[in-house]
C-alpha cells in the first residue's frame, strides 16, 4: 500500500491550497471534488503524483465508493483533510430545506464518514493524521447563517473529541477554523455584505497554519490574531450580543 495524502474539495480555495502545499513537502496527493477541469489544471500546476477522483462527495455513497477506489488502487491514506464544505446565507425558513440538509450531509456526515473509513489502518500502523475544517462561525451561533454555523461547531465539537480519545495512538488530529478566507466559498454562499471585506484574509497562511498545527497535533488551530480575539471573544461578550454582532454581518 502506498501512503497518501487525500484533500477533499479541491476544485478551488483552500482545497486547492492545501493540495499544493502538500505536494511541495513530497506528499503523494490524492484530489477530490466536482469538476474535473479543474482537479486536471491542479494536478498538472504541482507535478509530481496525483490522483484525481471526481466525486460529488454529498452524493449518497459516494464517500464509500471513493475509499473502495482508493483500495483498489492500493492507496493507503496517511493524512486526511477534510474540507470540502458548503455554506448558504439567508433565513433559515426562507432557505430550500433540500439544499440546507445536502450541507449537512456534506459538512458533517461526509467528513465523519471519510474519518471513520480512514481510522482502521491508521490505527493498525499506529501514524496518521486528520485535519478536520472547520470555522471561527463555529464559536457561536450564527443568524441568517444558522446551519452552516450549526455544522462547524459539529466539526470542532467532533474533531476535539476525536483528537483526546487518540491520545498516545500515533495518529494527530487537528481542527482548523478559519475565518473569512479570499476564496470561491463566500460569494457562492451568499456573502454580500461589503464590511466583510475588512476581515477577509489570503488562503496561504491558512493552509500553513493548518499543516503546522497538524504536525504538532494541536487540538484547535485558529489562524491570525483577530481570528482568535473573535473565536473567544463569547468569554467576554454576551452571547445575546454576538448574536445580534454575527447577524449585522450577514445582512
Known amino acids: 500500500?502506498?501512503?497518501?495524502?487525500?484533500?477533499?474539495?479541491?476544485?478551488?480555495?483552500?482545497?486547492?491550497?492545501?493540495?499544493?502545499?502538500?505536494?511541495?513537502?513530497?506528499?503523494?496527493?490524492?484530489?477530490?471534488?466536482?469538476?474535473?477541469?479543474?482537479l486536471e489544471a491542479l494536478a498538472a500546476e504541482i507535478g509530481g503524483k496525483a490522483h484525481l477522483f471526481t466525486a460529488d462527495l454529498a452524493a449518497p455513497g459516494a464517500a464509500g465508493r471513493l475509499m473502495a477506489e482508493l483500495a483498489a488502487r492500493s492507496l493507503a491514506v496517511e493524512t486526511l483533510i477534510n474540507n470540502a464544505g458548503v455554506g448558504l446565507t439567508g433565513r433559515f425558513a426562507d432557505l430550500p430545506i433540500d439544499q440546507q440538509r445536502a450541507m449537512i450531509d456534506l459538512n458533517i456526515?461526509?467528513?465523519?464518514?471519510?474519518?471513520?473509513?480512514v481510522l482502521?489502518?491508521?490505527?493498525?500502523?499506529?501514524?496518521?493524521?486528520?485535519?478536520?475544517?472547520?470555522?471561527?462561525?463555529?464559536?457561536?451561533?450564527?443568524?441568517r447563517i444558522a446551519v452552516y454555523f450549526?455544522?462547524?461547531s459539529f466539526v470542532l465539537s467532533f474533531t476535539e473529541a476525536l483528537h483526546h480519545e487518540l491520545k498516545g495512538s500515533g495518529i494527530r488530529v487537528t481542527a482548523l477554523c478559519p475565518g473569512p478566507t479570499a476564496t470561491e466559498f463566500g460569494p457562492l454562499a451568499g456573502f454580500r455584505n461589503p464590511r466583510l471585506r475588512h476581515f477577509i484574509g489570503p488562503p496561504g497562511p491558512v493552509v500553513r497554519a493548518g499543516l503546522a498545527g497538524l504536525d504538532r497535533n494541536r487540538a484547535i488551530v485558529i489562524p491570525g490574531l483577530a481570528n482568535k480575539i473573535s473565536a473567544q471573544s463569547n468569554r467576554f461578550i454576551p452571547r445575546a450580543v454576538m448574536r445580534r454582532i454575527a447577524a449585522s454581518l450577514k445582512l
Do not use: W, Y
Request: aromatic residues 2%.
Open 1 to 38: 500500500m502506498r501512503s497518501v495524502t487525500l484533500v477533499t474539495g479541491t476544485s478551488s480555495g483552500l482545497g486547492a491550497e492545501f493540495a499544493r502545499a502538500c505536494a511541495r513537502r513530497g506528499d503523494e496527493v490524492v484530489l477530490v471534488a466536482r469538476r474535473r477541469d479543474r
Open 109 to 117: 456526515g461526509v467528513l465523519v464518514e471519510l474519518t471513520h473509513a
Open 120 to 143: 482502521p489502518q491508521m490505527r493498525e500502523r499506529r501514524q496518521g493524521a486528520i485535519l478536520n475544517v472547520a470555522s471561527t462561525g463555529a464559536f457561536q451561533a450564527g443568524p
Open 150 to 152: 450549526a455544522t462547524k
